[in-house]
């Protein structure tokens, strides 16, 4: 068993977490997916504050199963949007059935993503399928779509905080996330993130979320 160490953790008065998870709250729920970016930069070091942020969430076993790369390459974020918008394509016209298609309606998306392109950074996050030691054998990694899933929300919570809009953007297959980030074998594309800011007359459906009694229980 590893050495531990004290825990850093300070208690709060419950007025305190009250006001604290009512501000939390209110601060997330204006959170909304963004489809029209801006091409103004973002500095690299927020970038990286946010994907440390991500890495402190928590993973099987500790062993931290995900690589997050930021791209920033005008000609790599060309070559995603291509390849994107292939996959995209075949999906709108192909894969998707009638009933996929009609409950995406209402978020007006199709098969062109030119924010692939505009946005200042682009974030594919990958699954660490399993470990090679040093002689190249295989070391099993556990509850890997479980670990980079929590990393991955506390990603969009960190940019969110940090002032950014952003896009989820999960084209279906990825695997070309794999080919053109340069990542081995042994990594899947889970997901892509788009970040930046949004255009200054930028438009979001007027979607609503589900209340709380629909969504919790107490027992």
């Given at each position: 068993m590893s050495e531990t160490i004290p825990l850093d953790f300070k208690e709060l008065s419950p007025s305190e977490m009250l006001?604290?998870?009512?501000?939390?709250?209110?601060?997330?729920?204006?959170?909304?997916?963004?489809?029209?970016?801006?091409?103004?930069?973002?500095?690299?070091e927020i970038i990286l504050n946010c994907i440390k942020t991500a890495?402190?969430?928590?993973?099987?076993?500790?062993?931290?199963?995900?690589?997050?790369?930021?791209?920033?390459?005008?000609e790599i974020k060309k070559q995603i949007r291509i390849a994107?918008?292939?996959?995209?394509?075949?999906?709108y016209n192909e894969r998707a059935s009638e009933e996929w298609l009609n409950a995406l309606d209402h978020l007006g998306t199709d098969e062109?993503?030119?924010?692939l392109e505009t946005a200042p950074w682009l974030i594919p996050v990958f699954i660490e399928k399993h470990r090679l030691d040093e002689e190249g054998n295989i070391l099993k990694n556990y509850y890997t779509m479980e670990s980079v899933g929590l990393a991955t929300g506390m990603l969009l919570a960190a940019l969110h905080n940090a002032g950014l809009a952003t896009l989820t953007h999960t084209p279906s297959p990825m695997r070309f996330?794999?080919?053109i980030c340069g990542r081995p074998e042994n990594e899947k594309p889970f997901v892509l993130?788009?970040?930046?800011y949004p255009v200054e007359?930028?438009?979001?459906?007027?979607?609503?979320?589900?209340?709380?009694d629909e969504i919790a229980t107490i027992l």
């Open positions: 006001k604290n998870s009512q501000d939390f709250y209110q601060h997330l729920n204006k959170r909304r997916t963004v489809r029209d970016f801006s091409d103004r930069e973002v500095p690299e890495s402190t969430a928590p993973s099987g076993a500790n062993l931290q199963p995900w690589h997050f790369v930021a791209v920033k390459s005008p994107a918008e292939e996959e995209e394509h075949k999906f062109f993503k030119p924010f996330l794999t080919k993130v788009v970040c930046g007359d930028a438009r979001v459906p007027d979607i609503s979320r589900k209340p709380v």
